[in-house]
């Protein structure tokens, strides 16, 4: 049963431009502009009448936008909660002008060994966590890790845990890595991973969807009978202001917008489009926990009631549980 039929939640991409060259992803490849403040606000007015309570504010790296702040501060105005994940390079130097406009805000982290870390992601930047760690909660921030799981650093899940995360009484986020069209992430996790995987879940300060494991035991997506709910639960805004479909990581179809984003989301041209939302053929076995996470979240099926938990824990520790009603 469909709880929710309006979407819940704006990938907002403020450039595709980063300082790292992670080996999983391949954004920073890609030349890009940044969002304009203009094109935001006329953004988040449908957004806001559209429904949608969450903005993540997302890139490549958001904090390359220089006006970042500001973007926040004016979703902050419309009511939104807000999101943003960084590999923390830039978080030292901006963090007193980012102070209190972040709801959720997350460090990535692969490993928590320095030079493990620093390789992964291309650029020297476990030094630059460790410190964003002191600042944020020098300003009573309370910023999660953010710890993508691989086949190869999933015995570092306690190291993480007991050095870097629990000292300081962060929630450790655990996402098993997903593979797209374009970005392949090396071995998937195997049934014995996935296993270990979910002997964490219960475990304080640590955030896990169950259903992400879930989904993989049962070979992703598929699209005969699609879980993914990517278009009518999230809304894809790119740094050209244009609306994409069906998600970010397929994303076949980009749509100006020009401050017309209401009655572009609603013509029947782009409901046509969403409801296509996991039945593409690129759409089978996908496992994007991006979209699949909204998704899990507006339809009661067994993927609603293995998110349920974990979703009611973070939202508990993060205080964030009483915005989303
Ligand atoms: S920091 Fe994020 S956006 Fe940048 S390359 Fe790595 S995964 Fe991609
Ligand atoms: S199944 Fe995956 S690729 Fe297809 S629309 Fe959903 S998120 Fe995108």
């Not at 901006?94 to 992964?120: C, N, T, W």
Request: a neutral charge; proline letters at 4%; glycine letters at 6%.
């Amino acid at each position: 049963m469909r709880l929710v039929s309006h979407p819940v939640l704006c990938n907002y991409y403020v450039t595709y431009r980063c300082n790292a060259t992670c080996s999983f992803c391949d954004i920073w490849e890609k030349p890009s502009p940044y969002v304009t403040l203009e094109n935001a606000e006329e953004n988040f007015k449908a957004l806001k009448k559209l429904g949608v309570k969450v903005i993540d504010f997302t890139g490549g790296e958001p904090l390359l936008h220089q006006q970042l702040d500001q973007l926040l501060a004016l979703a902050k105005k419309y009511g939104f909660i807000t999101t943003v994940t960084t590999n923390t390079l830039l978080y030292p130097k901006q963090a007193e002008k980012l102070k209190g406009k972040i709801d959720m805000l997350h460090f990535s982290l692969d490993s928590p060994v320095r030079e493990e870390h620093d390789a992964s992601r291309g650029v020297k930047c476990f030094d630059s966590l460790k410190e964003s760690i002191k600042i944020a909660k020098g300003l009573g921030e309370r910023p999660d890790i953010l710890f993508t799981v691989f086949e190869h650093n999933i015995d570092k899940i306690q190291q993480v845990y007991e050095e870097i995360s629990q000292p300081d009484n962060l929630v450790l986020i655990l996402n098993p890595v997903f593979e797209y069209s374009t970005v392949k992430t090396g071995e998937k996790l195997s049934e014995n991973s996935l296993k270990k995987l979910l002997s964490w879940a219960k475990k304080k300060n640590v955030y896990l969807n169950e259903a992400f494991v879930e989904l993989r035991k049962d070979g992703g997506n598929h699209i005969e009978e699609p879980v993914c709910l990517s278009g009518s639960t999230t809304i894809v805004i790119s740094p050209e202001n244009k609306l994409v479909l069906p998600c970010y990581h397929l994303g076949l179809e980009e749509i100006p917008l020009n401050g017309n984003l209401y009655d572009l989301y609603k013509s029947e041209k782009i409901q046509k489009l969403i409801a296509m939302e996991g039945r593409y053929k690129e759409c089978e076995g996908c496992t994007v926990n991006c979209y699949m996470q909204p998704s899990f979240a507006v339809e009661t099926n067994k993927y609603f009631w293995k998110a349920l938990s974990s979703t009611l824990k973070y939202n508990y520790i993060k205080g964030t549980w009483k915005q989303l009603f």
